[in-house]
């Protein structure tokens, strides 16, 4: 089959650091065949600079040079419908279009796409995360995908699922059956620490904080991951994390929040107590005997994400996503699966839907975490740290 791209934020950093490389390394290892890919800006750009940007020293023996050309799409019906008419999308064709721009820019393109009828059945929408702030929000624009997408066309991209060793989760699960049955096991805690602090997205982290930009998306899907039944057909997976993550709740006196000493400066709003530090506990319904911790800060000691499992028998496991290390019991996998954005472009190629997130999996994720967001917009305390910080160190001055 014929696949064409569309990439709408060819210019943005996502564009230039992760989409684009992980296109050239798809097609110099012959595990995708793309007849174009269309760039889409609204001003004038030189595509041969956005792939030296991209690509380095590899732009000149680049594959994807002689495959890539540049389209301006403005707010107008007309160019859309252009562009339909040229690429001439027949039965053994699709075309993947990659929305890589912020969500209220997603939903006005997603409109003139559905209008100029650029949603058959051959077309495949990819869309980045974030997916809305609250309940609400994300109710409101996953319907405007809805309006001219069926969910099967639809890949909602949470990169964290691509990781190599979250795709290996539920083999490595099978693996070790019995002393991973969820009976067997007291406490799971899924923590992300970054040493980078918010580099001077100071506008987008006031309307974010640590709760969304982390733990309602990546560490919460890295976690249904661990508690879900297994499934029997790889192709169940999205289901089996659905059924998941509608039995958990929260645990409101146990979730705590902190924030660098030098966020206030950097973001220049001396009453700002938006959380670059959050820690979340849950309960499972099916497994109360279960402690259940979501973890994750900025401008923190290590880089490093990473699943620590507590069992009965008083012993632990850590497995480690990034960085992508072996896994405990020396576990072997029978594949070596793609890491990142290969496996999100290979999988949207070969309609594999397992490593992406979905609209149920989204909408019961914010009903679990709207109270506490509430809760915490009214209360105007919070605790800060220094940073550089050691997670374990500033859990425990959050909780005294």
């Known amino acids: 089959m014929k696949t064409y791209i569309l990439l709408f934020g060819i210019t943005g950093d996502l564009s230039k650091r992760m989409l684009l490389p992980s296109i050239e390394f798809l097609l110099k290892a012959n595990k995708i065949k793309v007849e174009h890919l269309y760039g889409v800006s609204r001003r004038d750009i030189d595509i041969n600079e956005i792939l030296e940007l991209s690509l380095g020293n590899e732009a000149k023996e680049s594959i994807l040079k002689n495959k890539i050309s540049s389209i301006k799409l403005s707010d107008k019906l007309a160019d859309y419908i252009s562009f339909k008419e040229s690429i001439k999308l027949d039965s053994n064709s699709q075309l993947l279009i990659y929305l890589s721009v912020p969500p209220t820019s997603a939903c006005d393109y997603v409109e003139w796409l559905g209008k100029a009828g650029l949603n058959t059945k051959n077309v495949k929408l990819l869309l980045e995360k974030p997916f809305g702030t609250d309940y609400e929000s994300a109710s409101t624009f996953l319907e405007s995908i809805d309006k001219y997408y069926k969910e099967d066309q639809v890949y909602k991209v949470d990169h964290y699922l691509a990781k190599k060793n979250a795709q290996l989760l539920i083999e490595f699960r099978k693996h070790m059956k019995t002393k991973y049955d969820l009976k067997n096991i007291k406490e799971i805690t899924v923590a992300a620490s970054e040493t980078i602090d918010i580099q001077g997205r100071g506008i987008f982290y006031e309307q974010t904080g640590a709760l969304r930009d982390f733990i309602q998306g990546h560490l919460l899907e890295l976690l249904l991951l661990v508690i879900c039944n297994i499934p029997v057909k790889a192709s169940d997976i999205v289901n089996k994390r659905v059924l998941a ?24 709003n001396a009453n700002t107590v938006v959380e670059t530090f959050a820690s979340i506990a849950l309960a499972d319904s099916r497994h109360p005997h279960i402690k259940i911790n979501l973890v994750t800060g900025k401008a923190l000691e290590k880089k490093e994400t990473y699943i620590e499992i507590s069992f009965k028998d008083k012993t632990t496991d850590k497995i480690f996503i990034t960085p992508d290390v072996v896994f405990p019991h020396n576990f072997k996998p029978s594949s070596s699966p793609l890491d990142g954005y290969k496996a999100v472009f290979l999988g949207a190629i070969n309609n594999n839907k397992t490593i992406f997130t979905s609209s149920k999996e989204i909408l019961a994720s914010w009903k679990i975490f709207d109270p ?12 800060n740290y220094t940073q550089g910080a050691n997670m374990l160190t500033i859990l425990t001055k959050v909780k005294l």
């Open 372 to 383: 506490l967001l509430a809760l915490w917009t009214k209360d105007k305390s919070i605790t």
């Open 245 to 268: 993550v509608k039995k958990l709740s929260l645990v409101p006196t146990e979730c705590f929040r902190a924030q660098y000493e030098s966020y206030k400066d950097e973001v220049q």
